[in-house]
Each structure stands twice: as structure tokens, then as C-alpha cells.
């Protein structure tokens, strides 16, 4: 049996040369893409940044309203004059506290979002590479394997998200950066991990009450964290126990201590969830299945992880009750307790977060771990590894260049217009019409929006509001009820905004109802019996003082209820500055 050289109670003599050396590599890596947009635009650029998550929009408007001094609890699309008293909480609201640990020193600083932005996903890539590395050491006692390690867990992350055959890639690059989270939390994740580690290895009450600690605050900062670290430290603690029966007293201690201080964070968690604005559900997507999940590329690795491991102990080369063998096995198993815990609760929300944001690093982890458990026998040095996790990220990260450079460069272009409306003098509703601008511009204006893609998601709005805004929006813009009927059918943007994302996206739904011609129809008819009606009040209700264009549209409808001043053209945007008759 392969005999340890050091000690698994010894902590190690922490040495943090090669770790910044990586952190350094991880920083430059993923910089890329807001490196490509800055060069792409040259002396055009206006400061946006390199957006790699269509999502990242959203949280980008919540921050804006935090950093002007919005309350916790807002919809960034509705403005400062709605009442947000009656809205509910909303997944930004509960998981507030990332959000107000970037607001709150970007208001004292007095800089905008946008630069915020830019400055805190260098920060993070830094961060989240320093706390992989101080893990990993703890666990392989390995300068080199551990700085070696941290470049694959963080720079190969899409390679055990999906298949990287695939000639379509669902999920975002570097999806750990998405900002702000769970780019801002994502570290907390593997202090977690070893903050658990040093409490069963050193039998520390003060590492388990760290531990808890971590826990607490992943609770109100992202949900797919905190479940996938409650997953993980159920699947070590287990094993801890059946591995270690000596220590069953110390390790139940510690596992009762973590649990303690996380169930007590739950308790006010679980009471804002209760108090949620109910509208926000639709786009969860909640599953109600006790099908079991088995066939997702973290699985797949994790079960041939597994089966090396099995084979090594079977051989007597690997003590399967060491310290640093269960802690590579939960990384292991830990993707299956995750993606098949429905088969007991029947509930499943959208697993694929867990797949694009968490479970993925975990499962390198894993890979890791067990290149250090056998190293010997792979005869392969760290330098090729490092190699390799370099390559990838490379790749990755100029395909990302390629892929969002139309989308980063559009938004970049507006983003004087946001800035004018931050600074303009009436202050009312705006109207563009493109969706990337309409979600894009609460990162850089606190003006209120008639419609957005994104307005929904935050509470304060329900259905009926949503959809008679959207209808509005497309009135005012010339669109006829047979261009309406011709986009139902082609323009997955106009059918997410009727339908709903989960009833459009596969990803969120696995058996999604498809939309039926008579669905498309029945919407047909009411947006045509919605534009024969218009009236007055109707008009008044969101009263414009801006509509931004890109596209040439047909102003008659526009022009009957507004007065329209002659346009001021900024970029490829048209600015018209409007006033209801």
C-alpha cells in the first residue's frame, strides 16, 4: 500500500510563488475578451465591458441601482418613480449580499459600472485562483501540482460543462467571471472546502466554525453554490465517518458545528423567499420529476474519476481512508448528489446552472486530486499539464472574442446614449428597438424602460403588464399585426417575450411544450385587437420622452399620440426625443 511521505494532519509549509505565478496566468487569460473588444474598438472605445453572459445584464442593472443608491429590493426597469414597496423579493433582493459588497465600495469611489465592472472581474479571476491554489495545497501538500491545478480547474472549465465536440456551445466562457456572480462568491466555494478539510484533518472547532461561516454567506449570495458546497460537505462528512470510525465523535462535532451556523442563516433566507414576488417564478423553471439525471459530461468524467480510483485501491495502491483519497472521492460523487437529489425530492431548478458554474471546477478538482494520488504512475510532469490548461484557455477565450465581438461592439457604441439619458433633463419612459440595447442600458442610466427583456425578472410586474408593454412597444414602432405573426414564427426574442423563456429554451426545460400555430395565432388576434383599441390612456400610462432606434421604422402610430423633435444620431443609434400630444 503507497504510504504517505508527509503526514495528513501536518499543514503544509505554505509557499505562494507558483500560486501568484497562476493567478497571474488566470487574470491575463481571461482578460482576453474585454482585451479583444478594447482593441477592436481602439480609440472608438467607450469603456463598456466585454460582456460573456446575456445574463450579466441583469445583475449589471441591479448593481447600477445600488450604486446610485436604489433600495435592495427594486426592479432597475421601472424606475426611481415606481413603488417598489409592493413587489416582493426577487433573487437579486434575497442574494444581495455580493451585490452590495461591489456597490458599496464603487459609491465611495465614485466610478461607474461599468469601469466597476471591468476592475472586479481582474479582481475576481485573481481571487478565485488564489482560493483553488490554497485548497489544493492543503490537500496535495504540492506547490506545483497545486499552482499546476489551478489553471486546469479554472481554465478548463467548459470541457466538463458540455461536450467540446459540439459544434454549438450553450454555455458562456470562463462562466466562473460571470458578474457579478457568481464571480464574486466563487471563491468562498473553495475556502469552503478547505476550511472543512483543516476542521476534520486538525479536529478544529475554529475551522468549523469558519467553515459555517462561509456557508452563511453563500447562502445570500447564490443559490447553486451554497446547494452544490451543502452537496459536497454531506458527501466528505459521510465519508469521513464510514472511512474513520475512530474519529466519529470529532467528526460528528464538526459536521454538527458547520450545519449549526448554516441553519441558522437559513432560517431569515428561507423567510424572504417566502416573501418573493410570486411573478418571478414562471422563469424558474421548477421541474417536478423523480427522474434520475446520469448522462451530463460532469458525470460521465466523474464516474471514470471513480473507476481509476477504485481500481488503485483494489490494487492496494491507494489507502481509500486517507484524508486526501476521500476528499478527491466526494469531488467525485458529489456531481451525481446534485443532479439526482430530484429522485428523492421529485423538485429539480434548472440543473444546468450547477453543470455551467460549479459542479464542472468541482469535477477538475477531482481530476486533480487524483493526478496526485497516482502520480506516480501516470509519469507525466506538471509543465504538460499546465501546457495544456493554458492551451485551452486560450482557445477558449479567443473564441469568445469571436463569438461576442458583434454583441460587445453594438453595445459599446451605444453606450453614449446611456450615458446621455443618465444626464438628460426630462426624466420619463424610453423606448429602443433592439432588445441587447433595451437590456443593455440600465448598466450605465437609471431611466426606466417600456419595455425590456429582462424588466420581468425582477418582481414589481406581472404577466399582463409585461406583455402589454412589450405590445406597446411594437405598436409604437410601426410593427402590423402580419410582421408581428411572421416574428412569432422566426424570431426566438419575440417568442421568449410572449411565451416565456422555459416555454423557448431547451436548456431550462428539458420537455418543453412547444408553442402550437394556434398559440401564435391567439396572440396574433390580441395584439391586433390591442392596436385597434389604443386609446388615450393607454398612451398616457408609460408616457415616453425617448425612443432610440438602430432599425428604420414606420413612425405613424408613434407620431399620432407624440410630438417627435428632429433626431440626434449618436453611433449607429437615432435619438428622438418625444413628447406625448
Known sequence: MKTMTRSSSAAPDLRWRLGLIAAAIVVVITSIPQIGLIVKRGGEWHGSYALIDFDELSYAAYLNT????GPRRNNPYLGRDSDQRNSGESYFSIQSLPAYAVALPARALGISTSTTLI???????FASALAVFWMLIQITKDEKISAVGTLIVLLCGRLTSENPLMAVQNYSSFSFLRLYIPAVPFPLFFLFCGFVWRALVDKSKKWALAAGAV???????????????????????LLWLVARAAECRATAKTILIVAAVSLAALVPYFFLLSQRAHTIDEDQALRFSHAPDLFRVAEIVSLLVILILLVHIYRRRLDWRSPETLFVIACAVSPFIVFNQQVLTGISLQAFHYEQFIINYVVLVSLV??????????????????????????????????????????????????????????????LFDNSLLAASVQT???????????????????????????????????????????????????????????RVNGVLSRNPTPISDAEIQAQVEAYTSYINNFSPLQASRWPLVYVITIGDHNFANLDRWYTRAENERVGESVVYEVKLK
Open 215 to 237: 456557508l452563511a454567506i453563500l447562502i445570500f449570495s447564490y443559490f447553486y453554490l451554497w446547494t452544490a458546497a451543502a452537496a459536497w460537505f454531506f458527501c466528505f462528512g
Open 444 to 502: 450605465d442610466s437609471t431611466m426606466p424602460q417600456l419595455w425590456s427583456p429582462n424588466m420581468h425578472i425582477y418582481g414589481g410586474i406581472d404577466e399582463k403588464e409585461k406583455v402589454e408593454r412589450f405590445y406597446q412597444s411594437l405598436y409604437l414602432l410601426g410593427v402590423t399585426p402580419q410582421m408581428f405573426g411572421d416574428e412569432l414564427q422566426n424570431n426566438i426574442q419575440v417568442r421568449v417575450a410572449v411565451f416565456g423563456l422555459p
Open 369 to 430: 486530486g487524483t493526478y496526485h494520488l497516482i502520480w506516480s504512475h501516470l509519469k507525466i510532469r506538471p509543465i504538460v499539464w499546465a501546457a495544456f490548461a493554458v492551451g485551452v484557455g486560450l482557445v477558449t477565450a479567443l473564441k469568445d472574442v469571436r463569438d461576442n465581438s458583434a454583441v460587445n461592439v453594438r453595445r459599446d457604441q451605444a453606450k453614449p446614449v446611456f450615458e446621455q439619458l443618465a444626464v438628460s433633463g426630462p426624466y420619463g419612459w424610453t
Open 66 to 69: 445600488l450604486i446610485h443608491g
Open 119 to 125: 476592475v472586479l472581474a481582474r479582481l475576481m479571476a
